[in-house]
């Protein structure tokens, strides 16, 4: 009886190391590549949302404006806070933040701001959505007016900064080398509130008034009804629902690991379920860049106008290429001619 005991108990323990074991040679050898893929894959969605949204088709649309931004955002997150980790994982590059404690503040800073940022570009576009289904003598519709962008521009990365302020307020730098939180309480309350749960919970809203005003516009004179809906097909309106949950579920997943990581109580739990929570949280924070990422791929699979627009700048593009070609093949036979 005893043997057997002791013999499950050292099968627990070799199970339990070849788990830690996997885990440990999977972060070190699959998820380091995680950041070089978002970022290969978000500058290819950066060059395609861009090339899209500036065709003449879309470039007034002040939905297609707020997107755009976002899209600029992104691969600016992706190129300052993701991928150098990969390059720190991988061949040992650091970025010198932790030099002074004024770049440990700036470095924390953009590390919330520029997420925070993008997804409130996204915000502004559900916003911008909501206000083109209102009834025309709503006054909300005037923020889908051109000359009132460049203001709500300004005014969200007013209110960005203004909600990110809290991180290098709460961050310094500590022994010389590390920057870390000075109050880990207040920074992970203020994180999971303000960062975490403000934007999400107002595109969820936006998203459901904007439902609620399509519901309604479908219960008028069927011809209006038919104008209606070809009008918002032709606004994004899908595409922008399925950007804003996507957006949602994995904002709320890493969210959910993050606030498992802060308060849960993990120093008591055994080396096997403290590496399993650590692959996970890490995991979960390396999928949040996913945001960054979607947006070109979601715009492609969900949107008939964004689908058009792309194709028909492609073949501008090829047929001015061609047209190119056929001009210099052209002119080179003649100037041999002379010559």
């Known amino acids: 009886m005893v043997d057997n005991n002791i013999t499950t108990t050292v099968d627990l ?11 440990n040679l999977t972060s070190q050898h699959i998820l380091i590549y995680l950041p070089l893929i978002f970022f290969i894959f978000g500058l290819i969605g950066f060059i395609g949302n861009v090339f899209t949204y500036l065709q003449p088709q879309l470039r007034s649309n002040t939905c297609c404006i707020y997107l755009l931004c976002g899209s600029f955002i992104d691969i600016i997150n992706l190129s300052i806070n993701s991928f150098p980790t990969f390059l720190a994982a991988k061949y040992g590059i650091y970025i010198p933040w932790y030099l002074s404690s004024v770049l440990c503040k700036f470095n924390i800073f953009i590390f919330v701001f520029l997420p925070h940022l993008s997804i409130n570009f996204l915000c502004m576009a559900i916003i911008d959505r909501f206000a083109i289904t209102c009834d025309h003598t709503s006054s ?3 923020i889908t007016q051109l000359r009132i962008v460049p203001w709500v521009i300004g005014l969200t990365v007013l209110t960005s900064g203004l909600f990110s302020l ?3 307020i709460n961050y310094d730098l500590m022994y010389g080398y590390l920057c870390i939180s000075i109050q880990p309480m207040v920074t992970s309350i ?9 934007s999400p919970i107002t595109m969820i809203i936006f998203v459901l008034l904007t439902y609620r005003n399509i519901r309604r516009s479908r219960g008028r004179v069927s011809e209006v009804g038919r104008k209606c809906g070809q009008n918002l097909r032709n606004q994004f309106i899908v595409t922008i629902f399925a950007q804003i949950l996507i957006t949602t579920f994995i904002a709320l997943q890493w969210i959910i690991a993050y606030t498992y990581f802060t308060f849960a109580p993990i120093y008591t739990e055994t080396p096997v379920d403290l590496s399993i929570i650590i692959f996970v949280f890490s995991l979960s924070n390396s999928f949040y860049y996913l945001n960054n990422v979607k947006a070109f791929y979601v715009s492609i699979l969900t949107s008939r106008v964004f689908r058009k627009a792309f194709v028909g700048g492609m073949s501008n593009l090829f047929r001015r290429y061609i047209r190119q070609q056929m001009n210099v093949s052209l002119i080179n036979p003649f100037t041999q001619t002379r010559n």
């Open 13 to 23: 323990i070799q199970t339990s190391k070849s788990l830690s074991d996997t885990l």
């Open 140 to 142: 909300i519709r005037r």
């Open 166 to 168: 809290y991180a290098p």
């Open 190 to 198: 203020s994180y999971i509130v303000l960062i975490g749960l403000i």
